[in-house]
Antibody, heavy 119, light 107 residues
């Protein structure tokens, strides 16, 4: 059974940093791309970033230069290092396992971790 | 970036109804369109990928169609558990943008 468990969320001041983790199990982690998707309170879904099995990364313009996505395949863990945080980064952050069928999709999702950026 | 526009933004329907949600991309995305269902306080759930491929375990009353820039999600006979918010997403090029969502409510 695929399981994804996010952690690391919490309250952080504007300009601060936070690192999210996503522990994966139930599949061959290193063989799959992964993504982060966020959802601000009461709002829709926003794609944040993608990482290939080999570590190539892509980011939304809204986080480029401030967020860094990485993975440790030996630990089956995904990371999102967030810095220079802003109030508009407040959201539930989901990690997701990706599939590919000519285009990308997110077939399994974690339960999410809440990041609140506020003074 | 590719913009995704869903219509309607909200929809009221009754159990047993057939409903259709539309998603339009700002440019052609071939068949690289996904549909997700989200219930309050829960993570999204993949329903359909590649425009028309039903994800394993998803009931057959859900179906998807379309290619190019225009897509539809159809629920053939609404069940009580189908009342939720639905999102489309393009997986064609980064950023993999989502539509704004369609909230399906009980009439």
């Amino acid at each position: 059974e695929v399981q994804l468990l996010e952690s690391g969320g919490g309250l952080v001041q504007p300009g601060g940093s936070l690192r999210l983790s996503c522990a994966a199990s139930g599949f061959s982690f290193s063989n799959y791309a992964m993504s982060w998707v966020r959802q601000a309170p009461g709002k829709g879904l926003e794609w944040v970033s993608h990482i290939s099995g080999g570590g190539d990364t892509y980011y939304a313009d809204s986080v480029k230069g401030r967020f860094t996505m990485s993975r440790d395949n030996s630990k089956n863990t995904l990371y999102l290092q967030m810095s220079s945080l802003r109030a508009e980064d407040t959201a539930v952050y989901y990690c997701a396992k990706r599939g590919y069928s000519g285009g990308w999709y997110d077939d399994y999702w974690g339960q999410g971790t809440l990041v609140t950026v506020s003074s | 970036d590719i913009q995704m526009t869903q219509s309607p933004s909200s929809l009221s329907a009754s159990v047993g109804d057939r409903v259709t949600i539309t998603c339009r991309a700002s440019q052609s995305i071939s068949s690289n369109l996904n549909w997700y269902q989200q219930k309050p306080g829960k993570a999204p759930k993949l329903l359909i990928y590649a425009a028309s491929t039903l994800q394993s375990g998803v009931p057959s009353r859900f179906s998807g169609s379309g290619s190019g820039a225009d897509f539809t999600l159809t629920i053939s006979r609404l069940q009580p558990e189908d009342f939720a918010t639905y999102y489309c997403q393009q997986g064609y090029s980064t950023p993999h943008t989502f539509g704004q969502g369609t909230k399906l409510e009980i009439k």
